[in-house]
């Protein structure tokens, strides 16, 4: 029962943090149509997020039906269009389909622009707050990093002059330059703070190369805090101290599983431990091993989430050990001007970034597994919103640059789809025909289920494996 509420918890949670994602960046994204929209003399006559059965809806004073529909992967902002409804003769300079191109260019783009603006913004609040991250330290090499000359205790700080400040920045620029194979050079910051470059030969890496081991491939471990699993201090009162556990204990197993370091115990602890109930906890002391009986509490961590507890902390680390931790873990903090430049630039490195995954899965030089849907961005979502605010931001950032990207693809019923009529219609001079456009729709409406089918396949694939 334990694990079955601990699950549906986890569930809820996702699904929580899932439906503020879409909520947030699908307004945002129908906002931009909306606002231009109204800029431009269209008379909006619904903005819906989300699709189906109305939930909630109130008409506003000016007109405009404001709704929340059961389905919330996706919205729309309905405009008065001849096409689609019977328009009164006064109210024809109102309507969607009688304005220049231009302008009915500038309302189609406006929903992926306002994207990319909310990518903006959240990475500015993101700096502004200041965001935990990991530099990448190098644990150890083989192969073809260790020939390259890359060692352990380096610190990667660029990829062919790219900054990498973080272990994200560096993974993304090693698995593009991997998945095309192309000879890179990353220079990298030893212990004393010499920098030196070093050329990574990718172009050696073997067709069996795949993005979810492209570190393994290349030859390089991240560096871990690896500690032993004794303990420092138990809490007064705790499951641990009325079970008998003592600091300078060291914890050999729990629930029959082998520690083999301090990370583990948090992860056995969920995994075997029931609120209430004895979890056998084997430790060692004075080299005499003894298994004790712990009934684990459970304490509250968030709205959705929430984790057992033994009521013991870790001991001191090592002085080598606090020197490495020091140099791999850095907050990015900054004021509100400089915060400007670096969102800036972060929205340009991630837009860059997808755009070539995008090119590369389109050419078959990057698997098709990369394509995520509901269930891995709940899970994302879920995940990055328990590793504090900050994270969450990058998260939101990330995924709204996605959907703009996403709506800009040439495919009828996408914002990308309309740009490309009303581009022709520029060019040409006159409007895709009602018949080409039906086609189009139907073309588009089967491209999409593709997608969205391809998406959620790879996300039960993930959960299953």
Do not use: C
């Amino acid at each position: 029962w334990n694990t079955f509420q601990n699950n549906m918890t986890e569930i809820f949670g996702s699904i929580w943090w899932l439906l503020v994602t879409l909520g947030l960046l699908i307004t945002f994204h129908e906002f931009g149509h909306f606002w231009v929209a109204r800029k431009l003399g269209v008379r909006v006559l619904r903005f819906s997020v989300g699709f189906g059965k109305p939930l909630w809806s109130r008409r506003g004073k000016d007109g405009t039906e404001y709704m929340v529909a059961a389905f919330p992967l996706g919205g729309y902002v309905k405009m008065l269009d001849e096409r689609e409804v019977e328009v009164l003769p006064e109210e024809r300079d109102e309507a969607f389909n009688n304005k220049p191109v231009g302008a009915r260019i500038a309302i189609v783009a406006a929903g992926p622009v306002f994207n990319l603006v909310f990518a903006v913004l959240a990475f500015w609040l993101m700096f502004l707050v200041g965001i935990p991250e990991v530099r990448p330290l190098i644990g150890a090499t083989n192969g073809i990093a260790a020939e390259a000359g890359i060692e352990h205790a380096d610190v990667i700080t660029a990829v062919n002059g790219n900054d990498t400040r973080t272990w994200t920045h560096t993974m993304l620029e090693l698995v593009t330059h991997s998945l095309d194979r192309n000879d890179v050079v990353v220079t990298v910051e030893d212990a004393n703070g010499f920098t030196t470059d070093h050329e990574l030969k990718l172009s050696r890496l073997g067709e069996d190369f795949s993005e979810e081991q492209a570190l393994e491939s290349i030859g390089i471990e991240p560096w871990r805090l690896v500690v032993d699993p004794v303990v420092g201090e138990v809490t007064e009162d705790s499951p641990a101290r009325r079970a008998g556990i003592y600091p300078g204990d060291r914890i050999l197993a729990i629930g029959g599983e082998v520690v083999e370091g301090w990370q583990w115990i948090g992860y056995l602890v969920q995994e075997h431990g029931v609120e209430g109930q004895a979890l056998a906890v084997t430790v060692e002391r004075d080299g005499v091993e003894m298994e004790l009986q712990v009934e684990p509490e459970r304490i509250k961590d968030g709205w959705f989430s929430s984790h057992l507890i033994l009521g013991i902390s870790v001991q001191d680390i090592s002085s080598e050990q606090r020197a490495m931790l020091e140099r791999a873990a850095i907050t990015l903090r900054m004021g509100p001007i400089e915060a400007i430049p670096a969102a800036v630039g972060e929205t340009w490195r991630m837009t860059g970034l997808t755009l070539g995954l995008l090119g590369r899965m389109v050419t078959g030089k990057a698997s098709v597994k990369n394509l995520s849907g509901p269930i891995s961005i709940a899970q994302i979502a879920s995940s990055s919103a328990s590793a504090g605010f900050t994270h969450f931001l990058w998260f939101l950032g990330v995924i709204s640059l996605s959907l703009g990207i996403l709506n800009l693809l040439p495919i009828p019923v996408l914002d990308g789809g309309h740009l490309l009529y009303y581009l022709r219609e520029l060019v040409k001079g006159s409007p895709v025909s009602e018949q080409a456009q039906g086609a189009g729709q139907y073309f588009g409406l089967i491209a999409l289920a593709g997608l969205m089918s391809l998406a959620f396949i790879n996300d039960i694939l993930r959960l299953v494996g």
